[in-house]
């Protein structure tokens, strides 16, 4: 039984392609009626389909089921299956790898077998239930096999998403009649892409959220939430979907281009081994294959040919792009999000929306200010912009090595501190150790191998009136172990040393984002201390009796603080305290007089919006890469050539998760800032080899139409997918 929308295009098309005439004799007599085939008229006004906004919504939930599922991944594997980061590194892009391969085989089944509407709905319920999968499983309590578990979920989803990338768009395409309604299809194209582009912002900034903020289960996060949500999410999609299935014109399948491609390959090469051994030769490989298919097919198929030859090296790009969900994760996990002054932190993994929020802001800024800018410098061509995309992906990686390199002058393993507790300096001599302490401040050395036990003799700066003469002291300062030691003065104006508990621990971890001790003089004993940050924490504290120093506190939340003591004496004002670091309170009194500083014993994580330049930049590498290559892709390749350049162009996202697999497997590096730098040589190496082969590359201009496709020999059956629905393929 026909749907309802093809039934009404079986009567547009009769009423369009027929036409009543009443042909009234001269002499009189009867009239008789005749039908008379017309060209039907192209600038017919013909209705908006409105099955395309049942597919817009399939296609945007889609793409926040699948970026919020994938946003929150990589931190899944390494926090909760407690995955080591080089495995997780390979898991993660090799699921993302097959993310991008399953497409050849779902266009296959739509176009072969199943048709693009059931071919979604199936494969939808598969990627439903992967999600489903991956929810419960990420439910400690529930003590299932969780690795075991996940990684089938995993596998679903790939299969789902894979599967339904080629085909959404293209049966959003379907639903218009061409050439009348072109005009309207290139604006669905728009509309599909911003609408995908904006489920993929919202995701990536909301999922995060639920993972981190919300507490399920008796734990300190809910992965349950973040994958949950956009698991019923898709429920809901698949649902709005099969609502406008009256309404859907649906084709039936008419065999797939890819596989007939593969065969006319494979019959010409076999022909070739054959026919050369008879010494009859032909000026192409490809020609072989002309007793079987049309000389026009073997042509197209040469054509691709040529294009694919420079789709080699492009895997390497996207080998950079798709690390942004795991090492970049992993690099933003590290840093600190916190906005001082304010209650809202950025979460490692939100760090991720800034490339689609950055892709709907810069492309008309491209299309209308970069690209007429650069053209004067002689960038205007496809392949030109295509390399100079490439280039940006290498400085992206440049930028992020260089954050590394920071984030890892953050090391805290010292393994001796001298603080110093009076108004005086001192400089100090030693067989291992020289230098000078300020006064109030202190001085870190690290390097040590093995314990040593080493004497120290300090010398008072001059006109210093607390000290009456040198002294000197022994430490000892342990490898891998962090001690700490307190320089003060008695009653009698000599210097003391003192250790600071038994060893330092000035490490944090993102359960206690700050440390804060305090030194103080023995005045100082048993008073209170009152803390107060600008968001509302506060606490007292009062200081022991018997010692001159504190406990590190822990725990506390990041802000502006405030420290007083006997709630009227001022110790310090908005005093930062960041994530990451740890701070020593050095306080020196005399009656209502006090000396106060703060010391920064180790400094606070690299912030996280350091990573903007490297977002920017590999953004705009997108966009000249991306968007320029399937443009390239599209406008080079014969009409019936397209959608296996859409397959190829999909391919190559995948090879490129290979190469990250296999350069994680490989260990070349311990410093993953040396491994970015590995990334951006390869890639500007790549590029050089992208652009020897470019410079040969002829441009051709096709101007075969698919009506003209349609009356070619037909010796090859004929792709059912409107060609125009690749624009948005590899943006699904």
């Given at each position: 039984m026909k749907s309802k929308a093809n039934q009404e295009d079986a009567i547009h098309e009769d009423e369009i392609e027929k036409c009543l005439r009443f042909d009234i004799p001269s002499s009189g007599g009867k009239i008789t009626p005749t039908v008379r085939r017309v060209r039907p008229r192209v600038d017919r006004k013909i209705k908006y389909p409105k099955a395309v906004f049942f597919i817009i919504t399939n296609g945007s939930v889609k793409r926040f089921c699948y970026y919020g599922m994938k946003t929150v991944l990589y931190l899944y594997m390494l926090?909760?299956?407690?995955?080591?980061?080089?495995?997780?590194?390979?898991?993660?892009?090799?699921?993302?790898?097959?993310?991008?391969?399953?497409?050849?085989?779902?266009?296959?089944?739509?176009?072969?077998?199943?048709?693009?509407?059931?071919?979604?709905?199936?494969?939808?319920?598969?990627?439903?239930?992967?999600?489903?999968?991956?929810?419960?499983?990420?439910?400690?309590?529930?003590?299932?096999?969780?690795?075991?578990?996940?990684?089938?979920?995993?596998?679903?989803?790939?299969?789902?998403?894979?599967?339904?990338?080629?085909?959404?768009?293209?049966?959003?395409?379907?639903?218009?009649?061409?050439?009348?309604?072109?005009?309207?299809?290139?604006?669905?194209?728009?509309?599909?892409?911003?609408?995908?582009?904006?489920?993929?912002?919202?995701?990536?900034?909301?999922?995060?959220?639920?993972?981190?903020?919300?507490?399920?289960?008796?734990?300190?996060?809910?992965?349950?939430?973040?994958?949950?949500?956009?698991?019923?999410?898709?429920?809901?999609?698949?649902?709005?979907?099969?609502?406008?299935?009256?309404?859907?014109?649906?084709?039936?399948?008419?065999?797939?281009?890819?596989?007939?491609?593969?065969?006319?390959?494979?019959?010409?090469?076999?022909?070739?081994?054959?026919?050369?051994?008879?010494?009859?030769?032909?000026?192409?490989?490809?020609?072989?294959?002309?007793?079987?298919?049309?000389?026009?097919?073997?042509?197209?198929?040469?054509?691709?040919?040529?294009?694919?030859?420079?789709?080699?090296?492009?895997?390497?790009?996207?080998?950079?792009?798709?690390?942004?969900?795991?090492?970049?994760?992993?690099?933003?996990?590290?840093?600190?999000?916190?906005?001082?002054?304010?209650?809202?932190?950025?979460?490692?993994?939100?760090?991720?929306?800034?490339?689609?929020?950055?892709?709907?802001?810069?492309?008309p800024l491209f299309q209308y200010f970069i690209y007429p800018i650069i053209a004067r410098c002689g960038i205007s061509t496809p392949l030109r912009k295509l390399a100079t995309g490439g280039l940006l992906a290498a400085v992206a990686f440049v930028v992020s090595a260089l954050v590394e390199f920071k984030i890892g002058e953050t090391d805290k393993i010292v393994t001796l501190r001298i603080y110093n507790q009076v108004d005086c300096g001192f400089t100090f001599n030693s067989p291992a150790l020289n230098g000078s302490i300020p006064p109030m401040g202190f001085m870190a050395f690290n390097k040590v191998r093995g314990s040593q036990e080493m004497n120290i003799e300090f010398i008072p700066d001059f006109g210093c009136k607390i000290f009456k003469a040198t002294f000197d002291t022994t430490v000892t300062r342990v490898e891998g172990k962090g001690t700490a030691f307190l320089l003060s003065n008695n009653s009698q104006g000599y210097g003391t040393m003192t250790q600071i508990g038994d060893f330092d621990d000035i490490n944090t971890s993102s359960a206690e984002p700050t440390k804060l001790r305090f030194l103080f003089n023995s005045e100082m004993q048993g008073k209170i201390i009152t803390i107060k940050s600008n968001l509302g924490f506060g606490q007292t504290l009062k200081l022991p009796t018997g010692k001159l120093y504190t406990?590190?506190?822990?725990?506390?939340?990041?802000?502006?603080?405030?420290?007083?003591?006997?709630?009227?004496?001022?110790?310090?004002?908005?005093?930062?305290?960041?994530?990451?670091?740890?701070?020593?309170?050095?306080?020196?009194?005399?009656?209502?007089?006090?000396?106060?500083?703060?010391?920064?014993?180790?400094?606070?994580?690299?912030?996280?919006?350091?990573?903007?330049?490297?977002?920017?930049?590999?953004?705009?590498?997108?966009?000249?890469?991306?968007?320029?290559?399937?443009?390239?892709?599209?406008?080079?390749?014969?009409?019936?050539?397209?959608?296996?350049?859409?397959?190829?162009?999909?391919?190559?996202?995948?090879?490129?998760?290979?190469?990250?697999?296999?350069?994680a497997e490989a260990k070349f590096f311990e410093n993953q800032a040396y491994e970015f730098l590995l990334f951006a040589g390869l890639m500007a190496l790549d590029m050089l080899v992208f652009i020897v082969l470019a410079i040969s590359y002829q441009y051709v201009t096709h101007h075969d139409t698919e009506e003209e496709e349609e009356e070619d020999d037909d010796k090859m059956p004929h792709q059912s997918t409107n060609t125009l629905g690749s624009t948005v393929t590899n943006n699904d």
């Open positions: 926090k909760k299956l407690h995955f080591e980061e080089q495995r997780a590194t390979v898991l993660y892009h090799s699921w993302a790898g097959l993310c991008y391969f399953f497409p050849i085989f779902g266009g296959i089944l739509a176009d072969t077998f199943l048709g693009k509407f059931s071919t979604i709905v199936y494969l939808s319920l598969i990627y439903f239930l992967g999600n489903v999968l991956l929810s419960i499983t990420s439910i400690t309590n529930l003590h299932l096999p969780q690795v075991e578990l996940s990684l089938v979920g995993l596998l679903l989803i790939a299969i789902g998403t894979g599967g339904i990338k080629p085909c959404v768009s293209s049966f959003g395409g379907d639903q218009f009649i061409l050439p009348q309604q072109k005009d309207q299809l290139d604006k669905f194209f728009s509309f599909f892409y911003f609408a995908i582009n904006a489920g993929s912002l919202i995701s990536t900034f909301i999922t995060p959220i639920f993972r981190e903020d919300l507490k399920c289960f008796g734990e300190d996060s809910c992965f349950p939430v973040a994958f949950g949500v956009p698991a019923a999410l898709m429920l809901v999609s698949i649902v709005v979907f099969m609502l406008g299935r009256p309404l859907y014109k649906i084709n039936k399948p008419k065999g797939n281009i890819v596989v007939s491609v593969c065969k006319c390959i494979w019959h010409a090469l076999k022909n070739k081994s054959k026919l050369s051994k008879s010494n009859r030769t032909k000026d192409h490989w490809l020609d072989y294959a002309d007793d079987r298919y049309s000389e026009k097919i073997i042509s197209d198929i040469k054509l691709l040919l040529r294009v694919l030859v420079l789709f080699v090296p492009l895997s390497v790009f996207w080998a950079l792009f798709d690390q942004q969900g795991s090492k970049w994760t992993s690099q933003a996990d590290r840093m600190s999000g916190d906005i001082i002054g304010t209650s809202f932190s950025i979460k490692a993994d939100q760090m991720q929306v800034i490339n689609p929020f950055l892709i709907l802001a810069m492309i406990d590190y506190i822990v725990g506390q939340p990041t802000g502006l603080y405030n420290f007083m003591y006997d709630d009227n004496v001022t110790l310090a004002q908005d005093v930062p305290q960041e994530r990451g670091g740890v701070y020593v309170f050095n306080i020196h009194c005399q009656g209502q007089t006090c000396e106060s500083k703060i010391l920064e014993a180790a400094p606070g994580w690299v912030h996280m919006l350091w990573l903007l330049p490297q977002y920017v930049i590999i953004t705009a590498a997108e966009i000249m890469f991306s968007i320029t290559g399937f443009e390239f892709a599209f406008t080079q390749a014969p009409v019936s050539m397209k959608s296996v350049l859409s397959a190829c162009w999909l391919l190559t996202v995948a090879f490129g998760n290979l190469i990250v697999v296999l350069v």
